[in-house]
């Protein structure tokens, strides 16, 4: 069971693919709905100086060993340490092959090894490289160390806490991030995902009214665009005991595409229209290029009059009015290019485009090809066009064309742009004319910056008192590949069939039932085993056999993999093991190997190698 | 009776004072028994102190990183045409408001909005409200509000490392 730790705050943390935010809630206060504070991060600024920031930058930045003297890099909790947050991110701006940035999205990266050392991707021979693993590591650590050196007396390893994860993350990345956590000296943290988290800061800033504002039958779609990544959750509203019931039913892909992108769309837009009038650009004047376009985005995206924004990317010499570059933006620029481009209003039957990659292609994320987030949007909502059909109250019409969202949560930097807003609301309010079903409502009033911080740490204190719960478990279930037997087919593999361990909907702390399929290991060799995950296949027990299914009903991740030690078992004897699921009490999926009618038990484990 | 003493004689007196060790004294006296004495209404010394320089420096690194105003305040505008001071005063506005807003909040020292007339009690703060034009009479001190003034509310900056040398405001870059 849980220890029951003598908890002062609860605390949630955003580790963020560009920013970390932490927010604590004082448990011992009298006020009964306590409000949510965001912790100020003390970071180094600039060479020996320190500040307390809100928003700690995802950055880690590897100095060469002449560009600082010791002195100049000390933090109020360590002299050696990693260079972590703003001063990181500043350098890391003009010597990109020092920086690690983005390490969260390599976390969920299924075809490189994530606990392998492979960042910075171009490292200097001097920087001894590290996996997106560790990175996670050192930003929590950077914020442990903060908390504690600010509070002594209720050091955060005692305290309730929840760290975020992408409702994408695959079971792989969300060990990984609680190995991270773990090894940062946090081993009580439990995960929670960022749309769920963003509706509980919607939630914990709305009070009561947000059961006003919601009813049984609503199906919330939330939309959480952030700097690197697209995440989309539904979560369905019910009625249990006569009060309501939060139900996240369906979680998006992992989609690598943000805010990020549409600045460095604008920069070459920008570029392009420079070069046509005879100025080439350098590289650090693109990169100063999307800066100013990121200011003027903002402006041109709001619902405001302003045609154009002129864009200054200013000189690196000192010489500011002679040798600043001059540009400018307009707003049709601005709509064609990141309205149209990211958010065209298409069809809801609309498919995601997917290009071969080129074979030789180097290392890198996989980002998104289809640029079109709407065209996301929609094949998210055509798939799981039956994700409430387990539930009472939220009947979907026999016709529907889609799961019909009934109101929309938007967060994130780009839920701050007026014109995006309105765009995607308008092309879900077409889709659902199309099908006669009524307009759909927003949800307002969050702050994008920090509400997954604040919902997490409102859930950090429902968690141990009272307050609305979203039900939600594994948004998949889990399958392992097992050949087919049947006669050797010369030139053709044997098909695959998968064998079901973990049925969708698992809640923490539930073990799925043993699935009657043994398998013959040999002790002291690892045997490795294909592993699928369904997002829409909702009513497979533990146990079940496919041995057909549509393409998209099942993805494949990354093998798992599972060697045999044992002191009572020799080496080369074969043992009869039947697979187990399990989800923990931190919220992560847990395989085992059980010996049949033995009593050995083997830790399955997710690979996070290439392979 | 009200003694002024002039801004030099002030001065004078304070640094006399201290040489003479006549604050020394008044230390033994404070810790011998006290003796009444017929009280004198005595002006208190005013000390002026200096102000530590750090923190301006620190400012001023503050307002060129991002706002790059010690650039800008350094070229020769009457060089440029204005087409190329309005792009430098861009970046200057927009770093210079950004890098204040994170380490000042100002708040306006007068609330009600300027031209609007306003009655100052005789008890008025003198240093928040500075009294212009035809001065005479006694309180309340009517007149128009002029220009609302600026209080700073907080202000804070970067801790420092020991030894960490302010007056370099922006360190010279070299491109390997």
């Known amino acids: 069971m849980e220890e029951q730790i003598q908890a002062k705050y609860a605390i949630g943390i955003d580790l963020g693919t560009t920013h970390c935010v932490l927010s604590y809630t004082d448990l011992q206060t009298e006020d009964d709905t306590p409000e949510q504070q965001v912790f100020a991060i003390p970071q180094l600024v600039a060479a020996g100086q320190v500040e307390a920031r809100e928003a700690l930058p995802s950055f880690a930045f590897f100095p060469h060993e002449a560009q600082f003297d010791h002195q100049q890099l000390p933090l109020p909790w360590s002299q050696s340490h990693n260079l972590i947050g703003s001063f990181a991110r500043d350098l890391g701006a003009k010597t990109p092959d020092r920086v690690i940035s983005s390490a969260k999205s390599w976390l969920c990266h299924g075809e490189i090894d994530r606990r392998g050392a492979i960042l910075p991707l171009e490292a200097p021979e001097d920087v001894s490289k590290r996996s997106p693993y560790e990175i996670s590591r050192f930003f929590l650590e950077h914020l442990k160390n903060a908390w504690d050196n600010q509070y002594p007396e209720a050091p955060i390893a005692q305290q309730q806490l929840v760290i975020t994860v992408p409702a994408s993350f695959d079971p792989a990345a969300r060990e990984l991030t609680v190995d991270a956590a773990r090894d940062a000296g946090l081993h009580q943290a439990t995960l929670l995902e960022e749309p769920q988290a963003a509706l509980y800061s919607w939630i914990a800033q709305s009070g009561e009214q947000w059961r006003e504002q919601v009813n049984v039958g609503d199906v919330i779609l939330v939309v959480d665009i952030g700097g690197g990544t697209t995440d989309l959750s539904l979560i369905a509203v019910t009625e249990e005991d006569g009060s309501l019931q939060l139900n996240r039913v369906a979680v998006g892909d992992h989609i690598l595409l943000g805010g990020d992108n549409m600045d460095i769309t604008l920069a070459h837009v920008v570029a392009q229209k420079l070069a046509q009038q005879g100025q080439r650009l350098q590289p650090w004047q693109i990169s100063g290029l999307a800066h100013a376009c990121r200011h003027a985005k903002e402006t041109l995206l709001a619902e405001n009059d302003t045609q154009s924004v002129p864009l200054v990317v200013p000189s690196r010499g000192s010489s500011l009015m002679g040798g600043s570059l001059r540009a400018e933006l307009t707003r049709e620029e601005v709509n064609n290019v990141l309205i149209d481009g990211f958010f065209p209003q298409v069809d809801v039957h609309a498919q995601v485009q997917r290009r071969a990659r080129a074979a030789l292609s180097t290392v890198s994320l996989p980002y998104e090809q289809d640029p079109a987030i709407t065209r996301h949007l929609a094949s998210f909502l055509t798939k799981q066009k039956f994700a409430t059909q387990n539930l009472q109250g939220t009947e979907q019409p026999h016709d529907a064309n889609f799961l019909h969202p009934t109101a929309i949560l938007f967060n994130g930097g780009v839920a701050k742009a007026g014109n995006v807003i309105a765009r995607i609301t308008d092309t879900v309010n077409q889709w659902l004319a199309n099908d006669n079903a009524s307009p759909i409502k927003s949800l307002e009033g969050i702050d994008v910056d920090q509400a997954v911080a604040k919902g997490a740490s409102y859930y950090a204190q429902v968690r141990i008192g009272n307050g609305v719960r979203i039900r939600g478990g594994t948004a998949a279930a889990y399958y392992v590949g097992i050949e087919s037997a049947m006669p050797a087919i010369p030139g053709l593999a044997p098909p695959m069939e998968a064998l079901c361990l973990a049925p969708f909907g698992m809640e923490e702390g539930t073990q799925a039932q043993l699935p009657a399929q043994t398998f013959a290991l040999t002790v002291g060799e690892p045997v490795r085993f294909k592993f699928y995950e369904s997002k829409v296949r909702r009513d497979d027990v533990s146990g079940v056999r496919l041995d057909y299914w549509q393409d998209e009903e099942l993805s494949e991740l990354p093998e798992i993999e599972v060697t045999l030690h044992s002191e009572h078992h020799q080496a080369g004897q074969t043992v009869n093991v039947q697979l187990q699921a399990a989800i923990n009490e931190l919220g992560t999926l847990v395989l085992n190997a059980i010996e049949q009618g033995g009593s050995g038990n083997w830790h399955v484990q997710f690979e996070t190698r290439a392979h | ?176």
């Open chain 2, 1 to 176: 009776m009200e003694q002024n003493f002039s801004f030099f004689t002030r001065l004078s007196m304070a640094i006399k004072m201290i040489f003479s060790g006549s604050y020394t004294q008044e230390l033994f006296i404070n810790m011998a028994p006290k003796v009444e004495e017929p009280e004198e209404v005595e002006q208190p010394e005013i000390a002026l102190q200096e102000n530590s320089t750090d923190s301006a420096m620190q400012l001023l690194a503050v307002l060129q990183k991002e706002g790059r105003l010690i650039d800008f305040i350094n070229e020769d505008i009457n060089a440029f045409a204005d087409e190329q001071v309005a792009a430098a005063a861009r970046v200057v506005h927009q770093g210079v408001k950004k890098s204040l807003s994170e380490h000042v909040t100002f708040q306006p020292v007068a609330s009600v909005t300027e031209g609007d007339a306003v009655s100052l009690a005789a008890d008025y703060d003198r240093n928040a409200y500075r009294l212009s034009g035809n001065i005479s009479g006694s309180a309340p001190y009517n007149g128009t509000l002029i220009h609302k003034g600026w209080k700073v509310e907080s202000l804070s900056l970067p801790a420092v490392a020991e030894g960490t040398d302010l007056s370099v405001v922006a360190p010279a870059e070299v491109e390997l």
